[in-house]
């Protein structure tokens, strides 16, 4: 168990190291174009205190969340009745694959020309970019489901909203949460791009514009507070959320 | 009244056509505990999965109390069933597992009575992983009288377990049965098992599975597996059919057959 007890040390101290070598070389180096970690959390601040960072990073958070809710509702649908239906695999798989291999950029551009510059089109086009992950990975869950334990619910004559709830989502729970961290990770970026294209507000805007000024301090500050959201999510609700269905493992 | 009667002409594997059932007739009393004993392969499984509605793709039909057996969610009878393996859900609390068959939280009582009855009172909480085996069969156990079934199906419930534990969970099934008399059809290939349990022993040849033998069991209860009349009824059994568990009776065996204690029925 002390590797458990250790674990957070553990995973400050790969951060706390990065941010030492990060402060040893802008010292050293001492060129604009690399700012200290110190100057970073100095502008940092600064962006909190005149507040168009907390409102940035709240309508870039709020696309995220939309864009995650959707993909991980429709992927997930889609994805169980391509592993329980075979005809419908063979039907969608060639779409699929399509779906895996176009690049961001295209179905943003495309999202844009086709829907306009408007929110609609901003939070398709990072759902349409995320769905055939989720598909892949719930249909590769609802594949390995246990028949034999649906078959106890079956034969005990248990009503259908109980069997999916009790019997078949949990055996999806290792698969949903690996696409919805895979899922969160990719959102997170294809966010930015988004903004950066075709929105007027929003992190990825705001780095834009610092990206027009050189303000690499700016844009630094902005990726650390991004990065501690990042961080907290993961800390506040994804690992609690895994402990909390993988208690029973021994 | 849960009589049942199995008129099955023939069932047929869906992969490949292999016949696996072909002209399996037997019935069972409301109430009566009848095993079907077979060697492997003699599509005894198969038999339970259509008596319980799980299969239905078969010719013939099933009947429960004199309707027939359509489908697993309309089924006449109220079904527990234990299966070969104990089947739990490892990601709920042993007093989920049963709550999961139940209708509502009302019986919430019954779960706790019953948990006591299998000797796991202290249990509840725990997760079937940190169960040992015959631990795990006692849920299942538990599960299947939970629903207070009128049928009781048992596919090999204490195969693989070791003789002290197996023996504890075949007095555990018969003090249950005792008390609330579902009828049961319990499939094993242990004779003496059979023996010990039963009120009647239905005989069935290797694949595709046919009756080939049925014998009442008179012997008075309670009895033990390890009774002088069990061993001598298992070896009087298979004096007389030497090959019976491996789904054979000689040609010969449509006649009369000794008198004694077993009495053959039409098979």
Same mark, same amino acid.
């Given at each position: 168990m002390n590797s458990v007890k250790a674990a957070p040390w553990l995973r400050a101290l790969s951060l706390l190291g990065f941010i030492a070598l990060w402060q040893v070389a802008a010292q050293l180096l001492a060129i604009p174009t690399l700012p200290t970690p110190v100057s970073v959390v100095a502008s940092l601040w600064g962006h909190l205190i005149d507040g168009e960072l907390l409102s940035s990073l709240a309508i870039t958070l709020w696309r995220v969340v939309l864009s995650f809710a959707i993909a991980m509702v429709v992927g997930t649908a889609v994805g169980i009745l391509m592993g329980r239906y075979p005809m419908l695999d063979t039907l969608l798989d060639g779409v699929l694959v399509l779906g895996l291999n176009i690049p961001a950029l295209v179905t943003i551009i495309l999202c844009y020309i086709w829907f306009g510059l408007v929110e609609a089109a901003a939070v398709t086009a990072v759902a349409i970019n995320k769905i055939p992950t989720v598909i892949v990975t719930v249909r590769e869950g609802a594949r390995a489901v246990d028949r034999k334990l649906l078959e106890v619910a079956d034969a005990f004559r248990v009503p259908w909203t109980r069997k999916l709830t009790k019997v078949y989502v949990p055996q999806l729970y290792p698969y949903l949460m690996a696409a919805a961290r895979s899922g969160l990770a990719l959102i997170w970026k294809i966010v930015l791009v988004v903004e950066l294209l075709g929105r007027s507000d929003g992190i990825g805007f705001q780095l834009g514009t610092f990206f027009q000024?050189?303000?690499?301090?700016?844009?630094?500050?902005?990726?650390?507070?991004?990065?501690?959201?990042?961080l907290v999510v993961e800390a506040i609700l994804m690992r609690p959320i895994d402990a909390r269905i993988s208690r029973w493992r021994p | 009244m849960t009589e049942i009667a199995v008129e099955i002409a023939r069932k047929h594997f869906a992969s490949g056509g292999v016949e696996a059932l072909a002209e399996c007739r037997f019935t069972a009393a409301t109430g009566e505990f009848v095993s079907l004993v077979g060697p492997s392969g003699a599509g005894k499984s198969t038999i339970l999965n259509i008596v319980g509605g799980l299969d239905h793709d078969y010719g013939g039909s099933v009947t429960a109390g004199g309707r027939i057996v359509t489908g697993s969610s309309h089924h006449p009878a109220r079904i527990g069933y234990m299966f070969q393996e104990p089947r739990l859900m490892p990601w709920l609390t042993v007093a989920q597992n049963i709550e999961l068959v139940l209708a509502g939280v009302r019986q919430r009582d019954d779960v706790?009575?019953?948990?006591?009855?299998?000797? !796991? #009172?202290g249990r509840a909480e725990s997760f079937p992983g940190q169960l040992s085996g015959g631990m795990q069969r006692r849920v299942s156990l538990a599960r299947a009288f939970a629903v207070r079934p009128d049928l009781l199906l048992m596919d090999e419930p204490f195969v693989s377990l070791d003789e002290p534990t197996a023996q504890r969970l075949?007095?555990?099934?018969?003090?249950?049965?005792?008390?609330?008399?579902?009828?049961v059809l319990f499939v094993t290939h242990h004779l003496r098992e059979a023996i010990a349990l039963s009120d009647r022993i239905v005989f069935l040849s290797s694949s595709p599975g046919r009756v080939i033998h049925e014998l009442e069991i008179d012997i008075p209860r309670p009895r033990d597996l390890n009774d002088t009349s069990i061993q001598k009824l298992y070896e009087k059994i298979l004096?007389?059919?030497?090959?019976? !568990? #491996?789904?054979?009776?000689?040609a010969i065996a449509g006649g009369a057959p000794e008198t004694g204690s077993p009495q053959r029925r039409s098979a």
């Open positions: 000024f050189f303000d690499i301090t700016s844009i630094l500050a902005y990726t650390l507070a991004f990065a501690t959201i990042v | 706790v009575r019953l948990l006591e009855q299998v000797g !796991l #009172s075949r007095n555990l099934l018969l003090s249950l049965w005792r008390e609330l008399k579902p009828t004096r007389e059919y030497p090959k019976i !568990l #491996s789904g054979r009776v000689p």
